[in-house]
């Protein structure tokens, strides 16, 4: 197990950026991140594995959100651009544990789950 921590989230008025960071010290093989609002269905961000520093996204991806690591520091970064007040969320970050994982928009490939930061977008 490894303990999962986001920071970076805030109030941001549409249009503007906001970088969010997930430490995980430790042997983890991805960091993905996931967002929640009430109302809606989990949904998956983007994820980053170690092996290759590959990045994923969703098919949905617009491009405005992307990702980037820093291996020496177990820590991954999403910065969101051009925020809409439907980015408004939840957004968690998760680690894996499991060598070689895939298909990283999958919940059940994370095994650690940090506690959430709230991103709240204004119109």
């Known amino acids: 197990q490894v303990t999962v921590v986001e920071s970076g989230g805030g109030l941001v008025q549409a249009g503007g950026s906001l970088r969010l960071s997930c430490a995980a010290p430790?042997?983890?093989?991805?960091l993905g991140w996931f967002r929640q609002s009430p109302g809606k269905e989990g949904e998956f961000v983007g994820a980053?594995?170690?092996?290759?520093?590959?990045?994923y996204y969703p098919y949905s991806e617009s491009g405005r959100f992307t990702l980037s690591g820093d291996n020496a520091k177990n820590t991954v970064y999403l910065k969101m651009n051009s925020l809409k007040p439907e980015d408004s969320a939840v957004y968690y970050c998760?680690?894996?544990?499991?060598?070689?994982?895939?298909?990283?928009?999958?919940?059940?490939?994370?095994?650690?789950w940090g506690q959430g930061t709230q991103v709240t977008v204004s119109s």
């Open positions: 430790g042997h983890t093989s991805a």
């Open positions: 998760a680690a894996s544990l499991i060598d070689g994982v895939l298909v990283l928009r999958l919940p059940a490939r994370y095994n650690c």
């Open positions: 980053l594995s170690w092996c290759g520093m590959r990045t």
